[in-house]
Nanobody, 115 residues
Framework: QVQLVESGGGLVQAGGSLRLTCTFSGTHFSVGVIGWYRQAPGKQRELVANIRSGGETNYADSVKGRFTISRDNAKNIVYLQMNSLRPEDAAVYSC?????????WGQGTQVTVSS
């Protein structure tokens, strides 16, 4: 069973930075993709960034150049470095692991950006 736990959310001023951590267990991430998603109140959940087992990354246009997704294979962690945060980045951020047989979500972590 794949489990994901997010951490690193919090309150930050506009222009500041946060690093989110997704710690996963139950898989070695040799296949599939891990993605960071976010959902703000009253809005649909959207993909922020993902990273495939082969290392390929993908970003939403709204975060390109500001956010970076990376992974530490030895620690089973996927990071989301968020720089130049904007009020519109505020949301609950969740990580997801998807493969042919898995579709697992973490509980989410709240990111609040004050203007």
């Amino acid at each position: 069973q794949v489990q994901l736990v997010e951490s690193g959310g919090g309150l930050v001023q506009a222009g500041g930075s946060l690093r989110l951590t997704c710690t996963f267990s139950g898989t070695h991430f040799s296949v599939g993709v891990i993605g960071w998603y976010r959902q703000a109140p009253g809005k649909q959940r959207e993909l922020v960034a993902n990273i495939r087992s082969g290392g390929e990354t993908n970003y939403a246009d709204s975060v390109k150049g500001r956010f970076t997704i990376s992974r530490d294979n030895a620690k089973n962690i996927v990071y989301l470095q968020m720089n130049s945060l904007r009020p519109e980045d505020a949301a609950v951020y969740s990580c997801n692991y998807r493969s042919f047989i898995h579709d697992s979500w973490g509980q989410g972590t709240q990111v609040t950006v004050s203007s």
